[in-house]
């Protein structure tokens, strides 16, 4: 493969992954703050840009020397066909409509890089035209079903996402930098260790996981890495080493890097640091590299911790840290996110609660909260939680509504297991007002220290969409009069 720009030419042999070719070609020696259109041939045959595209000339496009960055940056998108059912089930493709407006011809300047903090593919809610390939390959009525199954299936899923003309474009345009969330591999990726337990049990699991880091490695993460860090990757080191005829195929390689960087997270560091000029950017992976221990979880374990904070130490003027999750939450909801986690591991209940019963118990809280005082006490996580909180169920508050809305629940009511010895209330127990039942005692204690701050009976938020004088909780059928509520901001 060849790259011609500005009278030069760069080149770059091709490699191999589970029947699919891919190249890598480093341009250097380029002037800075220069834009020189390019074009890309392969074998002697010119393939992008493509005949009669309607598009720009891609382009290179170098920085100028204390020139401030201009970055934009998004994530979660899906790839549905960009018609009118397809706007109205998934909402219009901000990264297209982006790419529209660059070549509108608008006096707007252009980013310097684009960064796409994560869900660039959904691996576990496949479209129809991605469903439709599954189906010609196996039967899709088998687990995993409609959801990507091995590394032929995610390299479907790439060209369904990043095949339309304006966001091909845009992407051959811009610089780019990726990190992965949990959708690119599936829903609540290790949310906590219960939830990862539970997935390794799965037959199909271990080749999902396999190819969902290995298509990953090639798609997004090897466009991360600088020439140096490129350089002491195992897997591109194969890659530059190869001096025989054809091309290298790092299948294996790919696959075995794959299956230990999940097996042992701190084998391999997905994160990574790039400098523009007097600017540092730091994306964060808080998805692989969690620490799931229960008394010690967290976003990110400890040798990434040090990483991290090695690099946001240096002579930069400004630093920007990038992550897929909002790791900055006002603290009622980490306590709530928390709360929730803890329930679903069976913190009061001996085992775990069905799936779905914690969501439908907060719709319940989310309506009127009982005071520190009432229940004789809350009772505080570990201070080492971090606030990942309930990932697990975090994304299904939002998108879908409680399963019940019941003040009380079996569930939580129900005796300790056989043989547990937790138990049933402290000896000095005071009624429960219902966090437990209305004739139940007090919850045991399961965690040792009080929670200090909570949110009060009533919810003080006021909504976005409040068209009159009485504001509406989110998730319920309680309204609050808008006197009683604080002003937005």
Known sequence: MSVH???????????????????????????PGTVTPYSVEVDGSKVWPEPEHGFPPPVVATLKPGKPLRLAYGSCRTSVPHDSAGNRTHGVDALRAYALKMISGTDERWPDLVVFLGDQVYADLTSEQMQEFIKSRRDISEPPGEELQDYEEYAHLYYLAWSDPANRWLLSTLPSAMIFDDHDIRDDWNASRTWREEMQQKPWWHQRIVAGLASYWVYQHLGNLSPQDRAADPVWQVIAGHHGDGEPDVSRELDRLAERADREPESYRWSFCRDFGDTRLIVVDSRAARNLAPDRRALLDDVEMAWLDDRMQGGFRHLLVGTSLPFLLPMGLHHLESWDEAISEGAWAGSRPAQGKSCGRLSTWSTGVPSKRASGGWRRWPGRWRTAGAARHRKRWRSSPATSTSPTSPRWNAAPAAGSSRPSAPPSATPCPGCCGPSAPSCPTAWPRPLARWPPARPRFRTRDCTGPRSRVPGSTTTWPASKLPPRG
Request: proline letters at 0%.
């Open 5 to 31: 720009a500005g009278g030069r030419q760069w080149t770059a042999s091709t490699f191999a992954v589970h029947g699919h070719h891919y190249a890598l070609v480093d341009l250097h020696g380029l002037e």
